[in-house]
């Protein structure tokens, strides 16, 4: 028997989470906190350590009988593309504990266990290799952000925490019924593996791929079911923020990649115009929203839908290049993103104002704080040598490989990244320093450049030696592609 | 009837004679409880429910028909019947304190429970129309009196007459469908309905006299269009009588439901027609009109009239999943349910009723252990996994689209997204808002004692639904 590694990085939060329960100090529950998110991390690289990247094989599984009944069993698993996913959210949670040290200062406790709640179900859905299972991580985590986004968030968040309580429900519920006729379809069973190999007829699939779609449209968000996202961000604290945007918006794309695709890919390849279609609206139109924000918050979340486009619009190519770089976008977002807002909260706790025209001059004010701004700032813009961009040329070749007309629309939406990244740093960073005249503003300090520098490491690593990651998720993709297309016709 | 099959039929019927026994020795003995030791009405009543829930589990290895036929001891009894225990003795713990701080701590409340829960049990067993409607009257004319117990409350005595005068009304439309069917088949015992049938099938008063029986058990439900009485029943009766009134009550009506859905003459009469009409329009009205309520009862009323909707999706799938599933539903629904009912039950102190849920407002901020349980029953009342709750939704939607009727699933869970905005709203009371007063919950023992059992249902039943799943599933056969 050896040691169940999964059940373990994806349980410690969750004990983590309990143990705070009996604590009373604050100090301790902020210290307990990152032990336990540390450790997690920890173990996340050693799984990716001894993670075998020459097969798309599920690696390090786990199967136990649940509701033996009804087919269900727990069992975890990992491929490259979730590997990929588990390493990123075990990164974002120790970060996120940090990112609300000082900026949750009220029942710190009840924070601390809604944040590592959350964390381990997020750890859930992406080892999750039953589907049952996948449903129950995926919906109970409506419980810790609803109360992460309702009880610790801005003037708002009560409408903002229903709006995303009810648009996620909404949305998975129709999943739901969506599984459970996948469950009679495909024999009787969860087991996502099995209900892959499973050839589904045409008319099943097109229905089952618009019950998935719903559900995971709201997640992503696609355009028009993004305008949730914009009230939960800016409403959540910085914490909130990030894991929304680091790992929540992938859970839709993780979605899509592990089961419309494998599951449904005569219906993926059908409609994958009208996704390639979705995808464009949402980078175009995102943007174009980003542009016209004159709240920082805001300004990232919009620029997220315009991001998660660029995903979606990788994944629906259907080719080697444009899923490639979909799955390292996803990374990307969540790491460049991430830290995006987690530099809006820094500068939030400080002057309590996120509105750009309240900021100037913060360079001469606070220099660490806007060099690393920049650094994040053009990885999201994609500049070559930055994260982003690698993954956005793989995804406009393969866009351009799908679809030319969808391929411009999208080097568009980057266009227009490049107008409001570049004029929200103008705006905030350069020019006169009269912020200081109103805001007694520190530079960052040491906790808070711990948080930091790791986002900054990936944002390099990724834009200059990529090799690595796609290295984890290329069997994977591969494997996914002959899925989608069948063995004979791999482009 | 010889006295083999008499003493056969008593040994089939030892729980429900041990429980009508142990009500009239404390019906008598309890005039002679003095003020202040009220504590052993309590224990009598929980010892009563115990004795007979020994009896029952030792009867259930297998089907043993009695009384000619009217009556059967199986495990399908034997599973609700344990339903019926488990909201019995809970509402006899939740009762001892709120029963003082009311006025209301006589002997003659644990009697009636204890009556009415006879009632309960011999509509479970009841394999003729006439024993189900003398379980029925039993049940109801307890829950008659149980609601008016606050004697100097208005509210409680409209509650009450207004339920006598609606529920006699339905017991009519009920007597006259039995009447029907006897008139067409001979007889009223289902089985034998059940060979009238297959020479007839489509006797189109058959299908009226179903119509007037499934309209009379339809009332007892709570569902629409009978629902009207449950609103203001729920909010006027004593607030532990409600809570029993939602979960025992309700689960044997629908243990009858399911009795004469089994049979093939419902089967035959396509009347899962009406049936799923019921069940939209059911859920449908609880969910909406919760939408607007600011009295928590009255709230948890028409909550219950959606959930009453939710669990007659499972008899419209019927088959063994399909009963199997309404089984599990009605099960898990008593341990959440009960355990939100607690939970209100325990705000009533002094002068603080509770009721309403603004008076909520900050609760978490106080009391974060409560509220964390208060959290956990309103989120499985919501379905949301991990909770039990959502497992009871998740096996009715598996039976319906197992049936094909892949569209009623898609109803039914579009109108509990509805129907989750209500539960989350009470949970944002709690803890987004800012406490208006000090809260001092009325928390004896016998509460918490309750509260821990209705979480560990409520959670372990979501994390590890096998063993109860199997325990539903193979109740259903034998019925």
Known sequence: MTLPLLSLIVFLPAAGAAVLMFLRNDDAVRWIALGFTLLDFALAVAMLVGFDTTTHEMQFTETRPWVPALGITYALGVDGISALFVFLSALLGWICVLASWAAIDRKVKEFMVSLLSMQALMLGVFCALDLFLFYVFWEAMLIPMYLIIGVWGGEGRVYAAFKFFLYTLAGSLLFLVGVIVLYFQGGQTFDILALTARDLPFHVQSWLFFAFLIAFAVKVPMVPVHTWLPDAHVQAPTAGSIILAGVLLKMGAYGFLRFSLPMLPDASLYYSTLMLALSALAIVYGGFLALAQDDLKKLVAYSSISHMGFVTLGIFALNLRGLEGGILQMFNHGVTTGALFLFVGLIYERTHTRSIADYGGLMKVAPVYTAFLALFTLSSMALPGTNSFVGELLVLTGGFAASPAFGAAAVLGALLGAAYLLGMYRKVALGPADARAR?????????????ILPLAVFVLWVGLYPKPFLGIIDASVKHLLVQVHGNGSSP | MTAAALLQSVLASLPEILVVSGACILLIAGQFVRKGQEDLLVWASVAVVLIATLSTLMLAGEARPAYAGMFVADRFAAFFKC?????????????????????????????????????MMIMASATDLLSIFVGLELMVLCTYVLTGFLRRERRSNEAALKYVILGAVSTGIFLYGVSLVYGLTGTTQLDGMARAVTEDPLDPALLLAVVFIVAGLVFKVGAVPFHMWVPDVYEGAPTTVTAFMSVGPKAAGFAVILRVFLNPLVQASDAWIIVALIAVAT???????????????????YSSIAHAGFAIFGVVAGGADGIASVMLYLLIYAFMNLGIFAAVIMMRNGDFSGEVIDDYAGFGKSHSGLALLMLIYLFSLAGIPPTAGFFAKFYVLTALVERGFVVLAVIAVLLSAVAAYFYIRVVMVIYMREPQRVFEPALTPLVRATLAVTALGTIGIGLFPAWFLGLAQQSVFGG
């Open chain 1, 439 to 451: 805001f007694k503003i520190h530079d960052v300090n040491g906790r808070e450049l711990v948080a």
């Open chain 2, 83 to 119: 339903v019926f225990y488990l909201a019995t003795v809970l509402t006899f713990l939740l009762s001892r304190k709120y029963a003082d701080i009311e006025g209301i701590g006589s002997s003659e409340y644990y009697v009636l429970l204890l009556f009415a829960l006879t009632g």
């Open chain 2, 283 to 301: 859920m449908a009205v609880g969910s909406f009109v919760a939408l607007v309520q600011d009295n928590f009862k009255r709230l948890l009323a």
